[in-house]
Nanobody, 127 residues
Framework: QVHLVESGGGLVQAGGSLRLSCAAS????????MGWFRQAPGKEREFVAA????????YYADSVKGRFTISRDNAKNTVYLQMNSLKPEDTAVYYC????????????????????WGQGTQVTVSS
């Protein structure tokens, strides 16, 4: 069982930056692949970024590639999403998610692949 709590959301102007954090409970955090997803009003939840539990495999959605960086600190049971050059279209509720994976270098991009979800944190980018 993994309990996830996101923080770091807020209101920022276009071009600004935010750093989201996701703190996880549980002793086996280091064996869970992690992902960030987002959902804007009236839209489906979409993949943003994912990282394997070893940290060796990382994937980004094309829409955030080059602007967002996902990372994890297994000693602190925390995964991060550094968001730079934010755009109004990045406005959404951001969720972190986790699933157990036996392979240290595998991760997945589909929301249905993830078993545990945080409550979400609002990110609003003004133009």
């Amino acid at each position: 069982q993994v309990h996830l709590v996101e923080s770091g959301g807020g209101l920022v102007q276009a071009g600004g930056s935010l750093r989201l954090s996701c703190a996880a409970s549980g002793r086996t955090f280091s064996t869970y692949a992690m992902g960030w997803f987002r959902q804007a009003p009236g839209k489906e939840r979409e993949f943003v970024a994912a990282i394997s539990w070893s940290g060796d495999s990382i994937y980004y959605a094309d829409s955030v590639k080059g602007r967002f960086t996902i990372s994890r600190d297994n000693a602190k049971n925390t995964v991060y999403l550094q968001m730079n050059s934010l755009k109004p279209e990045d406005t959404a509720v951001y969720y972190c998610a986790a699933y157990f994976d036996r392979l240290p270098t595998r991760t997945k991009t589909g929301p249905s692949e993830y078993d545990y979800w945080g409550q979400g944190t609002q990110v609003t980018v003004s133009s």
